[in-house]
């Protein structure tokens, strides 16, 4: 079987993308991942007051806005050489762990599952394809019921967000300089009750569920496979000085297990609807101008690379490094991390809660300078994610974002190497070309956010060497 | 009761509002699902993709007249032909979200724009707005009803879909908001508004006191966070967490409520002059007089603190305050 496949909307993501597919003798010869969504966030930041960031870069991405709110408070706080206090460090973790708890919870169910179940014969669940539903109906029933009460338990989460940050999405408790709710009795009790719910449900029908998805689809422990490149930036500060990470930034690959340097990054831009100077660039060393129409591109995202080469985050990259996880890199391998992952940082929310000391500071106060720089470094609900801002004048004069989704999602770089996502479908067997369910099993593995994904760096200054 | 058929389209958005939609408590999303509408097309939660996706969409815009209401989240880009933001294939070409918005709105029964991106641009169409996004209202010619909030409120969302299902459409006030959600102002709600008339003022973010003088913008901002509360189960909500209302449901978000953490008279962004433009056009406007007057009175009659004078003192001549002092003295 021979052909082209076009799969455009990609649904069930943050915002659409489209995946393009050539077959050959039943398998993916070769693909191309595009995002046709484009913004410009940098440009819209430049002139604005930096402590506004946090607020406004949530604005990127409905669904893992507190990472963006945390990137961009640390590099306010890079900027202005100022650090939460310990409460301040916890209350943000709590904020961003169960940012991320009500992600892959929605993510799991909202997003994956009616590709492996079968809802009922209604909207949204209707239409759809109608090949490969392999669950016994009891179990496809029970995993149903399950996906809407995971629209309950995922609103549980963002009430953590709602009680430490006003409402959710676009909290409002990750600040620079750190937290604003104080944790007194109340709030701490609350917390802990809200929490414990989330973790019943994770420990008793998330993992359960993912096992028997597993168990039914075993091949996609091979299918979206690629080499192992896995980037993670530190996520979760254990001191608010962010010296150690309760997930830790690394670089893996075949040969070892490495620290992060932002000065291997580099973003190319052949592919893209951008325009081109010369040699691909680290983030923030050339001007970049939206090129719509661009002959060869074909996608808003550009292409990030470490040392040149194409990695992946997310939590099976997470999971990798702490050693909790590391059977492969497949799609189910995803799927299975990112449900552990979400065990773990329930875990972790209970212990912080422990370690919050009433009456004690939450938030420090300070001055934003006229002029400087500040990087922001944290692991994402997908990945790295990196906020660099430059200030001059007391004002934003430029702001640089990196998303996971970048790197994820990334279309070929200049030598023709494909991203991620494009490197995971080739070699996969798609039994009808008509309903290409392997496709999207495949691609919501990565957890797509085509919101996040596009970004575009502008400005002329080298991005300050910065060991992670 | 028939449920209403819903085709909720994302644009150029941050999917915020459907987020917050799933959210909903009562009736949460089973209910919504299951009970209450058909929610026939959304890209987040449709289990169809691809061409199967496309279909459903085509049956929609080749159906009969009035078979649906439309949702829209997100602006819409105009510039560069409107490539900023594709939607899918259609007739072998890419449909922009230009076209999708208006194929759709063509058969619509009611127009709904959900968020502030939405309803007036809000946060995509922010200076220097790179990508020329538009409000829906101003893609197509047919009424719009604005449910804004960056996110809008889950119940303001649902509230107004079973409103103009049930009931057909709501009392809008003059930004086609629905006078149900967006009628008074937070300031006027506020449950620390006794601390605003004390002149007890938090200096920082984190503090329980009025959020005023360190950004709040309730003053000029129609919503009803402070009764409603959030998310869905209604527990807290922004000045609860003792931080600044950032008036994300007004027209001028966010140029014209930034920087945020600036007292209102202090307006500064980095579009000056179109948010010295805006400031005369602000949804509160009546309501920033009022307020105005009201603080310049106490500051006369000095009942406010030493600290809030002194902090009017380089606010002496903006807009609100001669207008409020002229007042005053008329």
């Not at chain 1, 539903?133 to 009891?138: A, G, M, T, V």
Request: include cysteine.
């Amino acid at each position: 079987m021979h052909g082209e496949v076009v799969v455009n909307p990609v649904t069930r993501a943050n915002n659409q993308g489209q995946i393009e597919i050539r077959l050959e003798r039943g398998k993916v010869a070769d693909c191309r991942s595009s995002c046709f969504f484009f913004r410009g966030f940098e440009i819209m930041l430049q002139g604005r007051d930096p402590r506004d960031a946090p607020y406004f870069t949530e604005r990127i991405c409905g669904i893992c806005s507190a990472a963006h709110a945390t990137a961009a408070a640390f590099a306010v706080e890079d900027l202005a050489g100022v650090r939460p206090p310990e409460n301040g460090n916890i209350l943000r973790n709590i904020l961003l762990a169960a940012d991320t708890v009500q992600n892959h919870v929605k993510h799991f169910y909202l997003f994956v599952v009616p590709d492996y179940a079968a809802g009922p014969d209604r909207p949204p669940f209707a239409p759809r394809y109608r090949n490969d539903y392999r669950l016994p109906p009891e179990v496809n029933a029970r995993i149903i019921r399950h996906y809407f009460e995971a629209a309950d338990i995922s609103r549980v989460a963002h009430e953590i967000l709602t009680v430490l940050g006003g409402k959710a999405p676009f909290t409002h408790g990750i600040l620079a300089g750190g937290a604003t709710v104080p944790p007194d009795g109340a709030v701490i009790m609350d917390l802990g009750a809200r929490v414990q719910k989330l973790k019943e449900f994770v420990q008793n029908k998330m993992i359960p569920d993912a096992h028997t998805i597993a168990g039914a689809y075993p091949e996609y422990f091979e299918l979206g496979n690629r080499p192992l490149r896995l980037l993670n930036f530190g996520f979760l500060p254990v001191d608010p000085e962010r010296k150690r990470f309760h997930f830790p930034g690394k670089v893996v690959e075949e040969t070892g297990m490495r620290e992060v340097s932002v000065a291997s990054i580099t973003e190319e831009l052949r592919h893209a609807y951008f325009r081109e100077h010369g040699e691909p660039g680290q983030p923030g060393t050339r001007p970049t101008e939206a090129q719509p129409g661009k002959p060869g591109a074909y996608s808003w995202c550009k292409a990030p690379r470490y040392n040149g080469k194409a990695f992946e985050g997310g939590p099976l990259a997470r999971l990798w490094i702490t050693g909790h996880y590391r059977r492969g890199i497949s799609a189910m391998d995803r799927i299975i991390a990112r449900v552990l992952e979400t065990d773990i940082l329930c875990g972790l929310i209970e212990k912080w809660l422990d370690e919050l000391q009433r009456d004690e500071p939450i938030f420090t106060p300070f001055e934003v300078p006229g002029d400087g720089e500040g990087l922001g470094l944290t692991g994402a609900m997908r990945g790295p994610l990196l906020h660099y801002m430059c200030v001059r004048g007391g004002r934003i004069s430029r702001y640089d974002i990196i998303t996971p989704s970048a790197w994820n999602f990334s279309p070929r770089d200049a030598k023709g190497e494909p991203g991620p996502v494009e490197e995971a479908l080739v070699g996969t067997p798609i039994k009808d070309p008509e309903q290409p369910i392997e496709v999207g099993r495949i691609i919501r593995s990565f957890d797509p956010c085509y919101a996040c994904a596009t970004h575009l760096i502008a400005g002329n200054k080298r991005l300050h060497q910065f060991i992670v | 009761m028939a449920r209403e058929k819903i085709v909720w389209l994302i644009t150029n958005s941050c999917g915020g509002d459907t987020h917050s939609f799933l959210n909903a408590y009562f009736p949460n999303y089973r209910q919504i699902v299951e009970e209450y509408f058909d929610l026939c097309y959304n890209n987040h939660l449709s289990a169809a993709e691809g061409n199967v996706a496309m279909d459903i969409l085509e049956d929609f815009i080749n159906g009969p007249e009035r078979a649906f209401t439309l949702v829209v989240e997100g602006t819409v880009p105009t510039a560069a032909q409107g490539l900023f933001c594709i939607m899918g294939y259609r007739n072998g070409r890419p449909w922009t979200a230009v076209e999708a918005v208006r194929d759709l709105a063509a058969k619509a029964r009611y127009a709904v724009a959900v968020g502030t991106c939405a309803a007036f641009g809000g946060p995509y169409a922010a200076h220097p707005n790179p990508t020329g996004s538009k409000p829906v209202s101003q893609i197509i010619t047919r009424p719009v009803i604005n449910v804004p909030g960056c996110p809008a409120h889950p119940d303001w969302i649902a509230g107004t879909l079973y409103h103009l299902a049930r009931y057909g459409e709501p009392r809008l006030d003059e930004y086609n908001r629905p006078v149900l959600f967006y009628g008074e102002t937070i300031h006027d709600r506020c449950e620390r508004r006794h601390y605003f008339e004390s002149g007890i003022f938090a200096a920082k973010p984190g503090e329980p006191w009025c959020m005023y003088r360190i950004g709040c913008k309730g003053p000029v901002t129609h919503a009803d966070c402070p009764v409603r509360h959030w998310c869905g189960e209604h527990v807290n909500w922004p000045v609860g967490s003792n931080t600044p209302c950032i008036g994300c449901t007004s027209p001028e978000f966010p140029d014209g409520v930034e920087p945020f953490f600036e007292r209102l008279p202090d307006l500064k962004t980095p579009a000056v002059k179109v948010a010295a433009d805006r400031v005369g056009l602000v949804s509160g406007v009546a309501t920033a007089l009022g307020i105005g007057a009201h603080l310049a009175a106490n500051i006369l009659t000095g009942r406010l603190g030493q600290t809030i004078r002194k902090g009017f003192a380089g606010a002496r001549n903006t807009g609100v305050l001669r207008k409020a002092a002229r007042q005053k003295k008329e």
